[in-house]
DNA sequence: AATATAATTTAACCATGGTTAAATTATACC
DNA sequence: GGTATAATTTAACCATGGTTAAATTATATT
């Protein structure tokens, strides 16, 4: 049964559905059985049990054919997971030079095996850093945590000049596409043509144009870019 | 049931027993029923279950009533989580500053978690390092292992001079009692004297002495010191 | 060689986190 | 507002890895 270890109170597969309930939150206020039996690879029946299982520990809010929720003790431990999977995914990046599109798939495994003082310590190596190689937030060691940053690429419109702020992390061949077009956090960009029925959109990169699909394009968070980026 | 990572074969359980019994063998040639459940921390019957498991898996021979050991099959999956277990463990002192006392459990839980990525880039980065932080060897990546050095302290006689190649990593109270007198890998000591009845060894490192009783000696394991030492 | 004791194994049970199939509830449409 | 469809929940089941208690086997002693 791999009794857990003394820093960790609850198991591991309540630490991932937590975490994934944070994340489908997020966007959506509440999330659906059938949203977290899928980011889970469950079935329906398995998230339903272990929603219940969630809400029997206060983990998370539940009202029977609607949406859950967490709790605040809820979004206590999310917080402390992606706190740690966005410090290792960095740490593996700067220490141990993993590519982007690599560290989410580690991270993942140790997230929820590393102790308080490994946190501490890579936290104190990377200089206490506020963001992962995707430009997502990292939580604070007080599991305060900063908005995300940027809105969708094809949501800008032609003529839009543009800095990429985040990437979404989850798929890493679209990592890697995005890295050969020279897409990465901080490039700018400027929006040449946009198609009609969520046609491509085309985009000059320094000298050079692409053109990339609408849904690639939604992995893309950018906000628009003044030659002075305000701090 | 948080499944198994693409690149794992067995459970966690299976590797943490394969490698208490790779470990229990090394003295005794078999393992018992009892010393393999005091080594996990479950009860006898646990044990005997487990046995059962593994060696309808091939991973271990047994003969009902009489010890366990270890197949070819169960000796290489034991052989590579010993080989994480010390690759992280001197990764963690060397890249990350963790003291010889502390490496043991933080070790423990990774071990089980790292990708062959991962493993491949710290031993890079270690420059494929042959022994970790306690003077264990480490299993090459084709999985051969040295023989362990050093025969226990307290086997030796007064007179004796001797360098510490060894220690036990499992108790660490013991490790930060020798890190305190200053016995360390490497260190040269030489027997004063030995007390009879299993009473104190009294040592002599640089200008200090010290008295340490036979069960830490135990733990300690050394070979005669001589100028050069033959590499 | 018989027997007491210790070690091992088996049996019956439990919790966790899965599955599929059936029942229930919500919702969207006419 | 009733009904088809979709989503959710429940029920019955499975595997893993634990537990304790009882049965079995090994061993040590006389």
New binding site residues.
Partial sequence: ???DSSERL?????E??VKSIYLLQQDSGSV????L?KK??????????????LTENRLTE???????RLSPAGEKIALEIIRHHRLIELYLHQALGYEWDEVDAEAEKLEHHISEEFEARIDKMLDYPLTDPHGDPIPTRELEIAPRRGAPLDNSEPGDTLIILRVRDSNPEALRYLKHLEMRLGTILKIIEKQPFNGPITLKIGEKTHSIGRELAGHVFVERYVREVVD
Avoid: L, N
Avoid at 40 to 53: G, V
């Fill in positions: 049964m791999v009794q609850f198991s591991q597969s309540v991932d559905y659906t059985t059938s949203e039996a889970m690879k469950t079935s329906p029946a398995a998230s339903t049990k272990m929603i219940k299982h539940h009202t029977r054919y609607h949406g859950v």
